[in-house]
């Protein structure tokens, strides 16, 4: 209704809340599409109730809170305690954050070794984002793929990688970007001793015996930092 004040739960709202099982319900109905009359039908117990089960403290009846997990398409675990899966970032931003600009040799530093990060690439409908095991190998970012996969790029091709971490205990973080040109690894003994390094096994497993490097020509990163 127009001019109604959101009530405590509801998504919309100019300054953000808790996560709590109160919004969490309230934003998966958003997400479904559903009133809150059509989410107590579903669970089969009046709007009064369940307007209380939202404020859930643990006192309510496990029966009825799964009952409304159910309404919601949700389990009761992801509705009382969030995701177990979730993406990163679900605490809060901290109160005074700074963000500040690395070095190239900080983000070198970052990098380590070995990990997984995300390479950019241009597609014929835009954009694409893939997911990578990468090696830092030289100052130089190594990564193995199938022959006919997306990530299996031609050598000269302009390629973007991005990988990062936080911290959500302490709401920090980085991120670093490497921009440069694809190089394919055609040496049998630069790509055994690739291939014997830690972190060198993708994890999505298979046939992947097309190696590319990257060779930056920029090194950016930024980090976030509670204060």
Same mark, same amino acid.
């Given at each position: 209704m ?14 953000p ?5 109160a919004?969490r ?5 958003a997400?479904?599409?559903l009133t809150?009359?059509?989410?107590a039908g579903?669970?089969?117990m009046s709007?009064?109730?369940?307007r ?5 403290s643990?006192d309510f009846?496990? =029966?009825?809170?799964? +009952?409304? &997990?159910?309404a919601?398409?949700?389990s009761? !675990?992801e509705?009382?305690q @969030?995701?177990?899966d ?6 809060a931003?901290?109160a ?14 970052r990098?380590g070794?070995h990990?997984i990060?995300r390479?950019?690439l241009?597609g014929d409908a835009?954009?694409?984002?893939l997911?990578?095991n990468?090696l ?13 996969g997306?990530?299996a790029? =031609?050598?000269?091709? +302009?390629? &973007?990688?991005?990988t990062?971490h936080?911290? !959500?205990?302490?709401?920090? @973080?980085?991120?670093?970007?490497v921009t440069?040109?694809a190089?394919?690894?055609t040496d049998?003994g ?10 060198a096994r993708?994890w999505p ?6 190696w590319?490097?990257?060779?930056p ?11």
């Amino acid at each position: 209704m127009d001019g109604e004040a959101p009530r405590p739960g509801d998504p919309a709202g100019s300054s953000p809340r808790e996560d709590t099982v109160a919004v969490r319900s309230a934003l998966r109905r958003a997400q479904l599409g559903l009133t809150e009359e059509e989410v107590a039908g579903r669970a089969g117990m009046s709007l009064a109730y369940l307007r209380q089960l939202e404020t859930f403290s643990g006192d309510f009846d496990p =029966a009825a809170v799964m +009952r409304l &997990a159910a309404a919601l398409e949700m389990s009761y !675990e992801e509705l009382t305690q @969030g995701r177990g899966d979730a993406p990163p970032g679900q605490r809060a931003a901290g109160a005074h954050p700074t963000l500040m600009r690395l070095s190239e040799r900080e983000c070198w530093d970052r990098l380590g070794t070995h990990g997984i990060g995300r390479l950019g690439l241009s597609g014929d409908a835009g954009p694409v984002l893939l997911p990578v095991n990468f090696l830092v190998d030289a100052r130089t970012i190594v990564y193995r793929t199938e022959a006919d996969g997306a990530a299996a790029v =031609a050598s000269g091709t +302009r390629i &973007a990688f991005e990988t990062d971490h936080l911290d !959500e205990q302490r709401a920090s @973080g980085w991120s670093v970007l490497v921009t440069g040109t694809a190089d394919r690894i055609t040496d049998a003994g630069a790509v055994r001793v690739l291939s014997e390094r830690p972190g060198a096994r993708p994890w999505p497993g298979g046939r992947r015996d097309v190696w590319v490097r990257i060779v930056p020509d920029q090194v950016s990163g930024r980090a976030i930092r509670a204060v």
